[in-house]
């Protein structure tokens, strides 16, 4: 723990935000990128391992292990063992593996529930009317299971602004560079500014894939309030 | 992919419409005499034994359907109905045996193929939820690369057919009531116009009232595009009403009757079948018959100009105690005995209006219905296009009546 803040020190010191709007929309910037890129990776990711095991069931468990136990790392372990080898190090690297391998989890048993979540009559009449299976996958399968989709990636970015933060460790840190830099100097300007746009980017982003899903699943509406909107499959955290 | 599939010419063309050509089947037994014929499948020593089962799904079973006949397959839980149905389209592979369809062995065809062209309705409509009724209903039109302005007409077309409301077509399937979307689902099924249809138990998710109107859409429409249609259902009243002809199965998918439902109901072959078909089958045989083929009676019938006496001879001679008045064939009603005491001729007493009238074409069992409720025991049978609630119209013209003894005669005779 760091010796505590010096009590005449104000919370936000707002000369500070102005004189350092540059450092603060570029840690906003960064924090943004590193977000996206590691959940649009781990997607990338998980939607193969997904894919794998709903075609070849006997992989889901052992698949969802090695994710459970990625997910159980505790990143200060993970960095630590990372920048030790050169090719990742102190940096971009280190802090993508870390952030992907935490969302691989959710986003492998929430895309695994909701291709499973597909009502089976939609899948029956799907293959009767001559479907290939990659056709059936792309124009039935996967469009079926976009609310729950979009519940994982909600729940994996949320959680992936939040870690983004700690890769400041190895010096990534985005919104995590200010709190670091607060922390170390005693001064609670920065680390009360990082945390609240911390939280203000991940409310925002969850609000864009709301939106998002909104857009892409009118179907879901027509059933109507009444049954919630969206067929939600279950969510694995 | 199987050798076999491989083998087999690239261009093999999705039966649709015009009979397909025979497939090169090289060594394999080949297709039935008739191929290209009046059979449109037939079904040869089809057996299906899923994995680690101890018993067969279907064992052995042959089955012939006539080009544009409605075959209905049914049988108790666990007889493989759904089992052969999926046979036919390859949803399922059977373990022994071969499906032939026109002729050809389905199994030489690319499965995507085969089931572009056989057309497939299931229970509860399995509409594709995110899909608009539209969209729905061009699913094996795009699968085929029609193009788009003959996709829409094909769409039109079938709404018109299936009496779907344009407005639908641009809704979501959730917003559909389950017998719209079983509707579509059958507009679906039919959108590349295939020449046979599979339907497993389409009617068993909606309620009665609406069951009974899509049955009724569904007969009206085989008459109007003749397809070779596979049923699939455990409703027996179902399979009597829309069948041309009932295959029972038994547990173990073996086939214990085939036959046209009247033969059915009138000379069960086994136990099985006619404890199936229920002890109520004499009566359910009446469903069938319709009352226009029944013997009717001329019964106890006087014109308007008969006298009095006149009418008490023909109720003594027919053991009533009215009589029928008619002016030429019309009917005009009916008189009661007590009601000759004060006039000259029936026309004087004021024929009253039958309550119990029944049409040709009515069942003789609405036919017994009606007798049994009816106060004199009697159906007048009538033909009236106007007849209603209220009984015969004015101008209905008197056939003859109909009792009990001659429903008996018609079931037994």
């Known amino acids: ?237 | 992919m199987r050798d076999r599939q491989a083998s087999a010419p690239a261009d093999v063309a999705v039966p649709v419409g015009a009979p397909p050509p025979v497939a090169e089947i090289g060594a394999e037994p080949g297709p039935p005499a008739d191929a290209g014929g009046q059979v449109a499948l037939r079904l040869d020593r089809l057996t299906k034994v899923y994995p680690g089962a101890s018993r067969p799904a279907v064992d052995g079973l042959d089955l012939t359907v006539p080009r544009g006949e409605l075959v209905a397959l049914v049988g108790p839980s666990g007889c493989g109905k759904t089992t052969t149905l999926k046979m036919i389209n390859r949803l399922v592979e059977p373990t022994s045996g071969t499906v032939w369809l026109d002729g050809v062995d389905v199994r030489s065809l690319p499965v995507h193929e085969l089931r572009r062209g056989i057309g497939y309705v299931i229970q509860q409509a399995g509409l594709f939820p995110h899909r608009k009724v539209r969209d729905n209903i061009a699913t094996v039109p795009r699968l085929l690369g029609w193009p788009r302005r003959r996709i829409d007409d094909r769409v039109h077309e079938l709404a018109e057919l299936l009496d779907l409301d344009p407005d639908l077509l641009d809704r979501y399937p959730a917003a559909l009531s389950g017998g719209q979307q079983q509707r579509v689902g059958v507009a679906r099924a039919l959108a590349a116009d295939p020449p046979v249809l599979l339907m497993d138990e389409p009617y068993s998710a909606v309620d009665p009232i609406v069951r009974a109107r899509l049955q009724d859409e569904l007969m009206a429409l085989q008459r109007r595009v003749h397809k070779t249609i596979v049923l699939v259902t455990h409703d027996i009243d179902e399979a009597i009403k829309l069948a041309d002809r009932i295959a029972v199965l038994n547990v173990g998918g073996v086939l214990e009757q085939v036959g046209p439902p009247e033969d059915l109901l009138r000379e069960p072959a086994t136990d099985f079948v006619a404890d199936f078909l229920g002890e109520d089958r004499g009566i359910k045989r009446l469903s069938l018959l319709r009352v226009g083929s029944a013997a009717l009676r001329r019964g106890p019938v006087v014109g308007t100009a008969a006298s009095a006496d006149e009418a008490r001879q023909v109720m003594a001679r027919e053991g009533t105690d009215w009589v029928v008045v008619c002016a030429g064939d019309r009917l005009r009603g009916w008189v009661g005995a007590d009601e000759l005491d004060r006039v000259a001729t029936v026309a004087d007493a004021e024929p009253r209006r039958f309550a119990a009238v029944v049409r040709a074409d009515t069942t003789l069992r609405s036919a017994l219905d009606v007798i049994v409720t009816s106060r004199s025991r009697v159906a007048v049978v009538v033909d009236d296009p106007h007849a209603g609630a209220a009984g015969a119209s004015p101008d209905a013209r008197y056939l003859g009546i109909l009792t009990l003894d001659d429903l008996a005669e018609g079931v037994t005779g």
Do not use: K
């Open chain 1, 1 to 237: 723990m760091t010796a505590p803040l010096a009590a005449a020190e104000p919370l936000v010191r707002w000369d500070w935000v102005r004189d350092h709007t540059d450092d603060i929309t570029a840690a906003l910037w960064e924090h943004l990128h590193l977000t996206a890129v590691s959940v649009a990776v781990g997607f990338a990711i998980s939607l193969v391992l997904a894919l794998v095991a709903v075609r070849w069931r006997w992989t889901y468990e052992p698949l969802a292990g090695v994710c459970s136990v990625l997910y159980a790392i505790p990143s200060l372990a993970l960095f630590g063992v990372l920048v030790a080898i050169p090719f990742f190090g102190l940096g971009f690297r280190t802090s993508l593996v870390a952030l992907v391998s935490y969302t691989l989890l959710i986003l492998l048993r929430n895309i695994v529930a909701g291709l499973d979540g597909v009502p089976p009559a939609a899948r029956e009449a799907a293959d009767a009317m001559g479907y290939e299976r990659w056709r059936r996958l792309l124009q039935v399968d996967l469009p079926l299971a976009v609310p729950a989709i979009v519940a994982g990636l909600r729940i994996a970015t949320v959680t992936t602004v939040g870690l983004v933060t700690v890769t400041a460790l190895v010096g990534m840190g985005g919104f995590g560079d200010l709190i670091n830099d607060g922390l170390s100097r005693d001064f609670p300007t920065p680390i009360v500014v990082g945390t609240v746009l911390s939280v203000a980017l991940a409310v925002a982003l969850d609000v864009l894939f709301v939106g998002l899903e909104w857009l892409i699943t009118p179907w879901a509406r027509a059933r109507g309030a009444a049954a919630g909107g969206s067929g939600r499959a279950e969510v694995a955290t």
